[in-house]
């Protein structure tokens, strides 16, 4: 377990940069997301949060709600510019797979860097697809995400084709980029934590 010391380190290396968080859906982005944005005082964003938070397109709605990326130049038209909002000048930014189609990384990177936000480490919680749908049909039978549309087996397995043919490849970018942290995903969620904590405070070490 990391010490106040090593995250004081970490926040101090981190500034107001950013940390990219992948994963397959039910990996733990949005609960690994929340701890990091806690921990650094920092803003969780998600792309499609702000997608949905914008006044999106008939075509980019159908996207959404069929389970698939929507095209890259409306992604990067409308989820870049939020990344330079004023009220995130002075935070780190914890992003949750903003940028998901190969290519799209290189727009993210340098949008990211703009806005005085530059990309410090890409986190990938891994998990396997057989994973995925234990963890959606344990969640579905205890009724705990509510009615949602993109809730049906079917558009599950639209979700992680779009993560394998197009999302994995972003990944391996990042990996190349040398910016990509490996997790175990199928862990609880605190030593999950942990181990994205120690990865964290490796980065710093090794930067210094």
């Given amino acids: 377990m990391q010490t106040p010391t090593d995250i004081k380190d970490i926040a101090n290396w981190l500034n107001t940069g950013s ?5 397959r859906p039910f990996s733990g982005k949005d609960t690994q997301g929340k701890k990091l944005a806690e921990m650094f005082d920092g803003t969780l964003l998600g792309g499609g949060d ?3 938070g914008s006044n999106m397109p008939p075509h980019i709605k159908t996207a959404m709600k069929t389970g ?14 939020f ?5 995130f000048f002075d935070k780190p930014l914890i992003l949750s797979s903003v940028g998901r189609w190969i290519g799209e990384e290189e727009g993210v990177m340098q949008a990211a860097k703009e806005s005085g936000h530059p990309i410090k480490a890409v986190i990938y919680l891994n998990i396997s697809e057989q994973t995925v749908h234990d963890r959606w049909q344990a969640l579905h039978e205890l009724n705990d995400r509510g009615e949602r549309h993109d809730d049906t087996p ?3 397995d639209i979700r992680l084709q779009e993560f394998r043919d ?19 995903g199928n862990q609880t969620p605190d030593k999950v934590s942990e181990d994205i904590q120690t990865a964290l405070a490796n980065l710093v070490s090794a930067s210094q």
């Fill in 19 to 23: 940390v990219n968080v992948f994963g």
């Fill in 50 to 52: 702000i997608l949905r």
């Fill in 154 to 156: 079917e558009i599950l």
């Fill in 166 to 184: 197009k999302t994995l490849p972003v990944i391996e970018k990042y990996r190349e980029l040398g910016l990509l942290i490996d997790i175990d």
């Fill in 83 to 87: 990344l330079s909002k004023t009220e």
């Fill in 68 to 81: 698939k990326l929507i095209p890259t130049k409306d992604y990067i038209d409308i989820v870049l510019p």
